[in-house]
C-alpha cells in the first residue's frame, strides 16, 4: 500500500520545482528591460562565468562544476557533488552513474592522471573519498576525444583541485551534524591491532589446518600423565584460540553529533633569482560522524511469488508463507575522515610547475545486530510460530586510505609559433585493511515472544574471523603537445599526447572459523542478561570447559579467495581542432595497447606443487586479457555567435572487465550485499556513441541546452543473480548486444522579474535500454532481454536558488530523483531486483555576517525517503536513510 503521507511530501517537492520552471515559464513572456539585465548579469555570471565558458569552449561534449557550485548545493565530496550534472546519479554515496549506467561506464582521474581505487570491489575509484574542499572544478566529458582514455562509456569525470594561490589566503572551519536516525544506536570497544602472531605462525606451522588429528601429527606430544596427546592438542587450539579478541559486549547507548573541522592556507612570493613566483597551498580536514539505521532485507520464496505479488506491495504486508528467509537489523556505523594536502608552485613567465600531495582517509566502523526469521521453513525459524530466531552479531571496521603525489608542467614557447606542453607524472597508493571483522551467530530462544535465553547449535562456523588487506599502486604519466595555427578566417590547432599507466593490485584476505565441536547446542545466556552481551561469551573459561575449537577457513587449491592483479595501458593519440567562420571540425585517433592478468591466490601456498596449481599457465592465460586497438573521435559544431551553437559527436571506446572480474574468487558486493562471484572468460565490451547538443547563452547568464544520445555496445556485462533458500549470489556473464538512448534537458533562468534575487535551475534525462543475452549464457535467467543493470529511466535535478541583493544571504532548495534500476537480474522465475526512486530534497542556507565570515545551514533528505529494492512489487530490501541536519561556521583571513 502506498503511504499517503509520503506521496504528501512528495507532491510538496514537486510543486516547488514545478513552481520554479512555471515561473521561468511565465517571465519570459514579457520583454526584459535593458537595465535590469545587466544588473542581474554579475551575479549569474560570477562564479559561474568560467564554468560556462569553459563548456562552450570545449570541442566535445562535457559538463563543468565549480567549486562555487558545489558549495551552493551543500554537497561535502564529489560523489554527492556530481548527482547535480544532467544524467549523473549516485549510487551507494560513493559510485556515479553516467546517463543511467552502471559504474563499469565511467571512470575518473585525477588532475588527468590514473589513480587507483581503495575499493576492495571494484577498479573504479568510490568519489566519496574526495572532499568538496580540495576540489577546484569538475569536468564530466560526456563524448568520447582522442585524448581521453578509451576505456569511456557513459562518461569521463576529472577532478581539478585547487592549485596554488596568487595571494595570501587563510580559512577555518568548523562544523556540527545531527541525524534524525542516530539518537541511539549499538556500540562495542573495537580490538586494536591486527591478526594475531600467534596465528599467523600458526598457520605456518599447521599448514593451515588447526583440526586436533593434524595439530597432534605435526606437533611434537608426548602422553604427560596430566593430560592425554588430544587433550593437549586440544589446549594448544584453545591458546590459539584466545589469541582472538572475545571481549565484544555491545551497548546500546545515545550517539555522539558528529562535528567537522578544516582549514588552509595558502601564498605566493616573488623570488629574485629567476624572477619567477613560488606558492604554496597546505589544508587539513577532519570529520566524523554516526549513523543508525534499520534494514529488512528478504528471501522471495519462488513458488508463492506470483501469488504474493498480486495482493502485496510491502515486506510488512506479506504473509509469512512469501519469503524464505526475512532479516530485520539495525545497523550502526561510525564514519572518520581525515584529509592533507600540500601544494608547491612555480611560475616563470609563461611556464609553470607544481608537486602536489594528497592525502585522503575514510575509516568505518560498522555494527549490525539481526534477526533471521524463515516463515517458509528450512532450517530458520520464527518466533510467532517456533518461539525461536536466529540472530546474527555482525562487527566489521574498516580502513581506506589514498595517497597521491603528482607533478605538473605547462609550457608555452611564445618564440616557437606558440607551441604548447603539458605533462603530468603521478605515482599514488590505495589502501584498505579490514583489521578487525568478526560474525557471531546464535539462536534466540522466546516464551510467547518475551525473549529467554541464547545457545549456539552444535555445528561449524559459529563465529567466523575475518581480516583483510589491499593494496593497489598505480604510476601514471604522459604528455601532450599542441601547435596552434592561425590563417585567413580560421583557427586550426593540432595536438598529439601520450599517455602511460601502470598499476598493481594485491588483495588477500584469512578468516578463522570458530566451531562447536560438542555434539550438542550450548547455552551461552540463559540468567535473564540482555542477548547483546551474547558475543562475549568466549571467555577462557567457556573454551576450556567445551569442546569450542577454532580452524583456519582458506580454501585449498584449486580454490582461491585471493588475487594478484596487473594492468598496463600505452596509449598515443593525434587530433585536430579548426574553427573556419561559424563552423568548428574536431577528431582525432587514439591507439591504446591493453594488457591486463588476474590470478587467484591463496595464503595456503607452501611449496612447488602448490605454485604450479595456482600459477599454472592455462590459469594465468585464462584471467588475462590482451588487446591492441585504435578508437577514432569526430566532433561539429555550429556556432551561432555568442548565443547558441549545436554540436554532433561520434566515438568508438571499449569497457573492459574490473580487476577482479575474470578471476572465480568471492566477495561481497557493497553496492547489494550480495556474494559475488567473478567468472573466467568474461570479455570487454566495444561501444559506438553517438551524441546530439543544442546550447544557448543568454547574455545576462541564462542558459538552456537540450541533448540527444545513442549508444550501441557489443557483448555488455551483466550481473545475474543465483538465488538458495536463505541468501542471494551473483555473477557476471556477457550479453549478446546492448543498446542505450535519451534525451537530457538542462537550464539555469534569472526569475528577476517575478521575485528579485531567485532564480532556477535543473536539469532532467529520460532514457531507455536494452540488453539481450545468449539463453544458453543466462542459465535461469528470467529475463534474458531486459535493461541493462543500474540503468535509470529518468533522472531529475531541480533547483531554486535565491540569493539577497546586498550579498548577505544565499539559500538553495535541491531535489534530486532517479527511476528505478535493476541492481541485479532475476533467475528461475524470480523477476529483476529494482532498486525505487529516492526522491531526495535538500535545503542549504549561508549567512555572511561580514566579509570574512560565513554561517551554513544544511538540511538533507528533507522528505525522509528510504532506500527500497523489490522484486514483482515485493520490497525485498529496506533502508532507513534519515534526516540530518549540519551547521558550519567560516572564517577566512
Known amino acids: 500500500?502506498?503511504?499517503?503521507?509520503?506521496?504528501?511530501?512528495?507532491?510538496?517537492?514537486?510543486?516547488?520545482?514545478?513552481?520554479?520552471?512555471?515561473?521561468?515559464?511565465?517571465?519570459?513572456?514579457?520583454?526584459?528591460?535593458?537595465?535590469?539585465?545587466?544588473?542581474?548579469?554579475?551575479?549569474?555570471?560570477?562564479?559561474?562565468?568560467?564554468?560556462?565558458?569553459?563548456?562552450?569552449?570545449?570541442?566535445?561534449?562535457?559538463?563543468?562544476?565549480?567549486?562555487?557550485?558545489?558549495?551552493?548545493?551543500?554537497?561535502?565530496?564529489?560523489?554527492?557533488?556530481?548527482?547535480?550534472?544532467?544524467?549523473?546519479?549516485?549510487?551507494?554515496?560513493?559510485?556515479?552513474?553516467?546517463?543511467?549506467?552502471?559504474?563499469?561506464?565511467?571512470?575518473?582521474?585525477?588532475?588527468?592522471?590514473?589513480?587507483?581505487?581503495?575499493?576492495?570491489?571494484?577498479?573504479?575509484?568510490?568519489?566519496?573519498?574526495?572532499?568538496?574542499?580540495?576540489?577546484?572544478?569538475?569536468?564530466?566529458?560526456?563524448?568520447?576525444?582522442?585524448?581521453?582514455?578509451?576505456?569511456?562509456?557513459?562518461?569521463?569525470?576529472?577532478?581539478?583541485?585547487?592549485?596554488?594561490?596568487?595571494?595570501?589566503?587563510?580559512?577555518?572551519?568548523?562544523?556540527?551534524?545531527?541525524?534524525?536516525?542516530?539518537?541511539?544506536?549499538?556500540?562495542?570497544?573495537?580490538?586494536?591491532?591486527?591478526?594475531?602472531?600467534?596465528?599467523?605462525?600458526?598457520?605456518?606451522?599447521?599448514r593451515g589446518d588447526f583440526s586436533i588429528d593434524n595439530i597432534i601429527k605435526r606437533s611434537d606430544l608426548t602422553d604427560n600423565g596430566s593430560q592425554s596427546i588430544s587433550e593437549q592438542a586440544i589446549a594448544i587450539n584453545n591458546d590459539l584460540l584466545s589469541t582472538l579478541p572475545r571481549d565484544l559486549a555491545i551497548k546500546k547507548e545515545s550517539l555522539d553529533l558528529g562535528y567537522d573541522f578544516k582549514g588552509?592556507?595558502?601564498?605566493?612570493?616573488?623570488?629574485?633569482?629567476?624572477?619567477?613566483?613560488?606558492?604554496?597551498?597546505?589544508?587539513?580536514?577532519?570529520?566524523?560522524?554516526?549513523?543508525?539505521?534499520?534494514?529488512?532485507?528478504?528471501?522471495?520464496?519462488?513458488?508463492?511469488?506470483?501469488?504474493?505479488?498480486?495482493?502485496?506491495?510491502?515486506?510488512?504486508?506479506?504473509?509469512?508463507?512469501?519469503?524464505?528467509?526475512?532479516?530485520?537489523?539495525?545497523?550502526?556505523?561510525?564514519?572518520?575522515?581525515?584529509?592533507?594536502?600540500?601544494?608547491?608552485?612555480?611560475?616563470?613567465?609563461?611556464?609553470?610547475?607544481?608537486?602536489?600531495?594528497?592525502?585522503?582517509?575514510?575509516?568505518?566502523?560498522?555494527?549490525?545486530?539481526?534477526?533471521?526469521?524463515?516463515?517458509?521453513?528450512?532450517?530458520?525459524?520464527?518466533?510467532?510460530?517456533?518461539?525461536?530466531?536466529?540472530?546474527?552479531?555482525?562487527?566489521?571496521?574498516?580502513?581506506?586510505?589514498?595517497?597521491?603525489?603528482?607533478?605538473?608542467?605547462?609550457?608555452?614557447?611564445?618564440?616557437?609559433?606558440?607551441?604548447?606542453?603539458?605533462?603530468?607524472?603521478?605515482?599514488?597508493?590505495?589502501?584498505?585493511?579490514?583489521?578487525?571483522?568478526?560474525?557471531?551467530?546464535?539462536?534466540?530462544?522466546?516464551?510467547?515472544?518475551n525473549y529467554v535465553s541464547s545457545n549456539i547449535t552444535g555445528d561449524d562456523n559459529r563465529v567466523i574471523y575475518s581480516y583483510t588487506d589491499m593494496e593497489d599502486r598505480v604510476k601514471s604519466y604522459g604528455g601532450n603537445v599542441t601547435l596552434p595555427i592561425y590563417g585567413d578566417g580560421y583557427e586550426l590547432e593540432l595536438k598529439a599526447g601520450y599517455d602511460f599507466s601502470d598499476r598493481g593490485r594485491n588483495y588477500s584476505t584469512s578468516s578463522f572459523a570458530i566451531h562447536n565441536k560438542s555434539g550438542a547446542g550450548v547455552v551461552v545466556n540463559d540468567n535473564g542478561e540482555s542477548p547483546l552481551n551474547n558475543s562475549a561469551y568466549l571467555t577462557d573459561s567457556f573454551i576450556n570447559g567445551q569442546r569450542i575449537l577454532v580452524d583456519f577457513n582458506e580454501p585449498t587449491a584449486p580454490d582461491a579467495d585471493d588475487y594478484i592483479a596487473a594492468q598496463k595501458v600505452d596509449a598515443a593519440y593525434g587530433s585536430f581542432d579548426v574553427i573556419f567562420k561559424t563552423f568548428r571540425f574536431s577528431g582525432g585517433l587514439r591507439y591504446e595497447d591493453f594488457k591486463q592478468s588476474s590470478i587467484g591466490t591463496s595464503s595456503l601456498i607452501f611449496g612447488k606443487e602448490d605454485l604450479d596449481i595456482f600459477y599454472a599457465p592455462e590459469k594465468i592465460e585464462a584471467g588475462s586479457i590482451s588487446q591492441d586497438d585504435t578508437y577514432p573521435s569526430l566532433a561539429f559544431t555550429y556556432l551561432g555567435g555568442e548565443r547558441y551553437q549545436v554540436r554532433a559527436s561520434y566515438g568508438e571506446t571499449v569497457v573492459r572487465p574490473d580487476l577482479r572480474e575474470v578471476v572465480p574468487v568471492a566477495y561481497y558486493d557493497p553496492l547489494t550485499d550480495i556474494r559475488t562471484f567473478g567468472r573466467v572468460g568474461l570479455q570487454s565490451s566495444p561501444i559506438k556513441n553517438y551524441d546530439l547538443r543544442y546550447e544557448y547563452y543568454a547574455d545576462n547568464g541564462d542558459n538552456f541546452t537540450v541533448a540527444a544520445f545513442y549508444k550501441d555496445i557489443a557483448t555488455p556485462i551483466e550481473t545475474v543473480l543465483q538465488v538458495g533458500d536463505e541468501d542471494y549470489s551473483a555473477t557476471f556473464v556477457n550479453g549478446e548486444t546492448g543498446e542505450v538512448k535519451g534525451v537530457e534537458f538542462e537550464w539555469m533562468y534569472d526569475l528577476y522579474k517575478l521575485a528579485n534575487g531567485f532564480f532556477t535551475s535543473g536539469n532532467i534525462t529520460l532514457s531507455d535500454s536494452e540488453v539481450s543475452i545468449d539463453p544458453a549464457l543466462a542459465g535461469n535467467l528470467t529475463n534474458p532481454t531486459k535493461r541493462m543493470n543500474g540503468h535509470s529511466e529518468y533522472v531529475v535535478n531541480l533547483q531554486l536558488n535565491y540569493d539577497s541583493a546586498n550579498g548577505n544571504h544565499t539559500g538553495s532548495l535541491v531535489y534530486n530523483v532517479f527511476g528505478e534500476r535493476i541492481i541485479a537480474s532475476g533467475v528461475g522465475g524470480r523477476e529483476d531486483a529494482l532498486e525505487q526512486p529516492f526522491h531526495a530534497l535538500d535545503f542549504v542556507y549561508t549567512y555572511y555576517p561580514d566579509f570574512n565570515s560565513k554561517v551554513k545551514l544544511k538540511v538533507q533528505n528533507l522528505l525522509d525517503e528510504s532506500q527500497e529494492v523489490t522484486q514483482s512489487g515485493i520490497a525485498v530490501r529496506e533502508k532507513e536513510i534519515g534526516t540530518s541536519v549540519s551547521l558550519s561556521y567560516t572564517y577566512e583571513f
Open 1 to 206: 500500500m502506498t503511504n499517503p503521507y509520503k506521496l504528501q511530501k512528495l507532491a510538496v517537492a514537486v510543486g516547488l520545482g514545478l513552481f520554479s520552471y512555471t515561473n521561468a515559464s511565465i517571465a519570459q513572456e514579457d520583454e526584459p528591460v535593458m537595465e535590469e539585465v545587466v544588473a542581474k548579469a554579475t551575479r549569474l555570471q560570477g562564479s559561474a562565468a568560467a564554468v560556462i565558458a569553459e563548456r562552450k569552449n570545449q570541442a566535445f561534449v562535457a559538463d563543468i562544476l565549480g567549486a562555487e557550485q558545489m558549495s551552493r548545493t551543500g554537497d561535502s565530496d564529489a560523489a554527492s557533488a556530481l548527482r547535480r550534472v544532467t544524467g549523473l546519479t549516485l549510487v551507494d554515496g560513493k559510485f556515479i552513474y553516467v546517463r543511467g549506467l552502471g559504474e563499469r561506464y565511467s571512470s575518473a582521474r585525477l588532475n588527468g592522471a590514473n589513480i587507483p581505487s581503495p575499493d576492495l570491489t571494484r577498479n573504479v575509484v568510490p568519489l566519496d573519498i574526495f572532499p568538496a574542499s580540495i576540489i577546484e572544478s569538475m569536468a564530466v566529458q560526456k563524448a568520447f576525444s582522442a585524448d581521453m582514455s578509451a576505456a569511456f562509456g557513459g562518461g569521463a569525470i576529472d577532478i581539478r583541485t585547487k592549485s596554488v594561490p596568487s595571494s595570501f589566503t587563510a580559512s577555518f572551519e568548523a562544523g556540527l551534524s545531527y541525524d534524525s536516525s542516530a539518537n541511539d544506536g549499538f556500540t562495542y570497544d573495537r580490538p586494536s591491532g591486527d591478526m594475531p602472531n600467534q596465528l599467523k605462525e600458526a598457520i605456518v606451522q599447521y
Open 264 to 449: 588552509h592556507v595558502g601564498n605566493s612570493f616573488d623570488e629574485k633569482l629567476f624572477g619567477g613566483r613560488i606558492g604554496f597551498l597546505a589544508s587539513i580536514a577532519y570529520d566524523t560522524e554516526w549513523d543508525s539505521a534499520t534494514k529488512k532485507t528478504a528471501v522471495i520464496a519462488q513458488d508463492v511469488e506470483k501469488s504474493c505479488a498480486t495482493t502485496l506491495k510491502t515486506a510488512d504486508e506479506a504473509a509469512n508463507s512469501c519469503f524464505n528467509s526475512v532479516k530485520n537489523s539495525t545497523v550502526t556505523t561510525e564514519n572518520e575522515r581525515i584529509t592533507g594536502v600540500l601544494n608547491i608552485g612555480y611560475t616563470l613567465g609563461e611556464h609553470s610547475i607544481s608537486w602536489n600531495n594528497i592525502y585522503l582517509e575514510d575509516n568505518e566502523d560498522e555494527l549490525e545486530l539481526a534477526r533471521q526469521e524463515s516463515p517458509a521453513g528450512s532450517t530458520v525459524f520464527t518466533v510467532a510460530t517456533d518461539d525461536r530466531a536466529n540472530r546474527v552479531h555482525d562487527f566489521n571496521y574498516e580502513e581506506r586510505s589514498l595517497n597521491i603525489s603528482q607533478v605538473i608542467g605547462q609550457h608555452t614557447f611564445m618564440d616557437y609559433w606558440g607551441v604548447g606542453f603539458d605533462w603530468q607524472y603521478t605515482e599514488s597508493k590505495a589502501k584498505t585493511d579490514i583489521p578487525f571483522s568478526a560474525e557471531y551467530k546464535f539462536r534466540d530462544n522466546f516464551d510467547n515472544g
